[in-house]
């Protein structure tokens, strides 16, 4: 006989399967029977392993919008870059803000603690309950929906016309910090945060703190309010990564983190004396009007002897620096200097020699070559050189294109500290290298670092909020990074290695 089902034999934790656009409580019942599941965690595993391709009642399009809708269908090769996945997301953000139905918005996920690289968009939306419906069909005819692919009570699920996923977490205004806490992630951090709070006698979820004794929810409305409760620091988004951001908080010791309005210039600048866009002229007046709290700017344009194509060649070096003098004197004070981007060839040595690169206010060396080779030998090489003040985009990678070369880092960190050569941390978008990760191992070994755009033209100047973005994410204060002094501390910093170098090298 046949038995009958109806929306109440589903388990309860698969019910929201049914907000799934064409996925029938007949789909999700032979879901359950062919394949043995009974909550969401068998479902996951089960998809995982490919079993929904035994259930014949699923079209492909249903198996694909199942895999998406829980989060199961991020490859490594859709991921997209930061950079981009800000424009974007602000994009819809501001969107969202302004369906009457939507009082408040916030990005949360990867986007908003500063990932190099995210996954899926995840958006938390407080809204009047009635008024969700409303919503829905809105969001439907947003210009870059292509497809709603799930609609719930408290989250919606789209796919873009670029088929990255945007996930909206439908909450009141009571719930809201809570909600944003947790959809913020990370999921490491949120398991942390999880058991600090049983630790207290809480109970933290997506509705806010529960206190047991008196049972009910008591921080819910901002995340300031959870922390306080928690009695930890406010912890940025960018540390929402691993146990070390929680336990600092937890002690007080969070770090205040480096800030945009800091800086006070930009150490990598291309212009068209090599592959660069624009005149030295053009990119000096345009920095001194827009970024009015830089002090100085250095143009550091790739030289070499015997490279060809776009370079700054040797006899080409005091004409640039005459043209730098004259830019200088209409300025009227020393904004910008004299920098060059040198090659580490293959041996180790550089594409210019000693004597040229002792005309330059600042040397960046970088590796432009051998991409699969172990390079720890090239970069200690160069950070001996008494010359070399930074190494550019030190590890080589580039997000989704090429993997960073095998490194000893241990080795060459401690070479860069022990020689005060500064390390880079390039800010653009498909490289931001040093990651993350680099900068928290380099900052704690004392390793200065240097935060650059590495821009070939006028726009590529504001990947700098990108850079400061990855140096927080690495937990960088004021003090680690070099470009918040003025240049006369630079110089100290110079005049150090020099002499340091030549008495131990
Ligand atoms: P992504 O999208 O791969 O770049 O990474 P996230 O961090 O945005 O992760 P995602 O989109 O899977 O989920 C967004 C946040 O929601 C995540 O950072 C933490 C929270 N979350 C989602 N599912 C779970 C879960 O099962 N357990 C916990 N503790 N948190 C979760
Ligand atoms: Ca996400
Ligand atoms: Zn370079």
Redesign the pocket.
């Known amino acids: 006989m046949k038995t009958h089902v109806n929306r109440k034999t589903i388990p309860p934790s698969l019910a929201e399967l049914l907000d799934i656009r064409g996925i029938t409580v007949n789909k999700v019942a032979a879901i359950c029977k062919t394949l043995g599941v009974g909550n969401l965690r068998e479902l996951t595993t089960a998809v995982v392993l490919e079993q929904l391709e035994r259930i014949q009642a699923l079209t492909p399009e249903n198996r694909k919008d199942i895999r998406r809708a829980l ?1 199961l269908d ?1 490859g490594p090769n859709n ?1 997209i870059q930061l950079w981009e996945a800000q424009r974007q997301g602000n994009e819809i953000l501001q969107t969202i803000r302004q369906f009457p139905e939507v009082k408040r918005a916030s990005l ?6 500063g ?1 190099d ?6 958006i938390v939306v407080q809204v009047s309950g009635p008024e969700s419906k409303k919503l829905l069909y809105k969001i439907d005819r947003m210009p870059f929906t292509e497809r709603v692919i799930a609609a719930g009570k408290n989250k919606i699920c789209i796919v873009l016309h670029n088929q990255a996923l945007v ?1 909206l ?1 439908l909450t009141d205004e009571k719930h809201y910090g809570a909600a944003l806490l ?10 942390f945060m ?1 058991t600090m709070a049983s630790a207290k006698g809480y109970h933290l979820d ?1 509705m806010g703190l529960y206190d047991h004794k008196i049972n009910r929810y008591i921080a819910t409305e901002t995340e300031e309010e959870i922390f306080q409760y928690m009695t930890m620091d406010y912890v940025p988004p960018e540390l ?1 990564e691993e146990q070390e951001g929680i336990s600092a908080a937890a002690l007080h010791k969070l770090p205040s983190l480096v800030t945009f309005d800091r800086l006070r210039g930009d150490m990598q600048i291309h212009s068209e004396w090599s592959d660069g866009e624009e005149s030295i002229e053009h990119i000096a007046r345009y920095m001194f009007d827009v970024f009015p709290h830089y002090q100085y700017i250095v143009i550091t344009d790739h030289a070499s002897n015997d490279r060809t194509g776009h370079v700054l060649r040797p006899d080409d070096i005091s004409r640039q620096g005459a043209e730098i003098k004259r830019i200088n004197d209409t300025l009227g004070c020393d904004y910008v200097k004299r920098g060059v981007e040198v090659d580490i060839l293959e041996n180790g040595r550089l594409s210019l020699p000693d004597e040229l690169l002792k005309q330059f206010d600042w040397v960046i060396a970088s590796i432009h070559s051998h991409f699969t080779e172990d390079n720890t030998f090239r970069l200690i090489k160069a950070c001996e050189n008494p010359y070399v003040h930074c190494i550019g985009h030190p590890s080589g990678r580039l997000i989704g294109t090429r993997a960073p070369y095998p490194v000893n880092w241990d080795l060459v960190l401690e070479k860069a500290a022990a020689t005060g050569t500064a390390l880079e941390i390039n800010a653009r978008p498909n490289r931001l290298d040093l990651n993350d990760t680099l900068i928290r191992e380099a900052v704690a070994r004392g390793v200065k670092l240097v935060i650059n755009t590495d821009a070939h033209k006028l726009a590529q100047f504001d990947f700098m909020q990108l850079g400061i973005w990855m140096a927080r994410k690495g937990g960088c204060c004021n003090t680690d990074i070099l470009n918040t002094r003025k240049w006369e501390d630079v110089e100290k910093l110079k005049k150090g290695k020099i002499s340091d170098v030549k008495k131990k090298v």
């Open positions: 989060k991020k991921r949360a996920g990867s986007l908003r603690r990932k690289t995210i996954g899926d968009f995840d996930f977490y947790y959809y913020t992630g990370s999921r490491n951090y949120n398991a999880e997506p929402r």
